[in-house]
């Protein structure tokens, strides 16, 4: 399967908002509702943000959110914050035991 | 709280096979609660999920490297396996490990390790 399509980099100042996108398929975004988002600074561990679609795990922020329509799902960073800036990768399931990932989107913030 | 932590060689010659390891703290890695997974990252690139076992060592692969790949899993040292056969320039990648859980099947990843670098080159 490909990768979803995400934008390449992404920014904003603090305390503004930065919506990322997340484009895929009927076979795996528009098809399921298991798209989750990951937070990544390299070097470090790579941390979930959101799973299926719009849910936040404990102890992240409600600053977190996703959404989806159709095939694409989104990433609403809100009230932006200096450490926000990362790697943000989306993924989706995409059935018979497979999993893609987006091709990651890079946020600054200026 | 889990912790997982990658190990391999680093670097690796072309046509040879890569063995990273992945050991798991702060959790049993015998529970059938989890699905314990590798997935990489291409330099400059997105992820790429490369396939979970299960503590029972059933497996599931990516169908694009499938042919390559094998997992295992050793519960009596708490580690899972990832070994990758005639490797090229194109498998450089940092590789992680990551735990999804198994009973809510809510297909992400809840824990990751921080990586490790497989280089191909003679």
């Known amino acids: 399967q490909s990768a979803l399509t995400q934008p390449p980099s992404a920014s904003g100042s603090p305390g503004q908002s930065v919506t990322i996108s997340c484009t895929g398929t009927?076979?795996?975004?528009?098809?399921?509702?298991?798209v989750s988002w990951y937070q990544h600074h390299p070097g470090k561990a790579p941390k979930v943000l959101i799973y299926?679609?719009?849910k936040r795990p404990s102890g992240v922020p409600d600053r977190f959110s996703g959404s989806k329509s159709g095939n694409t799902a989104s990433l609403t960073v809100s009230g932006l914050q200096a450490e926000d800036e990362a790697d943000y990768h989306c993924?989706?399931?995409?059935?018979?035991?497979?999993?893609?990932f987006g091709t990651g989107t890079k946020v600054s913030v200026l | 709280q889990v912790q997982l932590q990658e190990s391999g060689p680093g670097l690796v010659k072309p046509s040879q096979t890569v063995s990273l390891t992945c050991t798991v703290s702060?959790?049993?890695?015998?529970?059938?609660?989890?699905?314990w997974t590798w997935i990489r990252q291409h330099p400059g690139k997105g992820l790429e999920w490369i396939g979970y076992?299960?503590?029972?060592?059933?497996?599931y692969y990516n169908p694009s490297l499938k042919s390559r790949v094998t997992l295992s899993v050793d519960t009596s040292k708490n580690q899972f396996s990832l070994k990758l056969t005639s490797v090229t320039a194109a498998d450089t990648a940092i590789y992680y490990c990551?735990?999804?859980?198994?009973?809510?099947?809510?297909?992400?990843?809840?824990?990751w390790g921080r990586g490790t670098l497989v280089t191909v080159s003679s």
């Open positions: 990551a735990r999804e859980d198994s009973y809510s099947r809510s297909y992400f990843f809840d824990f």
């Open positions: 702060g959790g049993s890695i015998n529970s059938r609660a989890y699905y």
């Open positions: 076992i299960y503590y029972s060592g059933n497996t």
């Open positions: 009927t076979s795996d975004v528009g098809g399921y509702n298991y």
């Open positions: 299926e679609v719009n």
């Open positions: 993924s989706s399931y995409a059935g018979s035991n497979n999993y893609v």
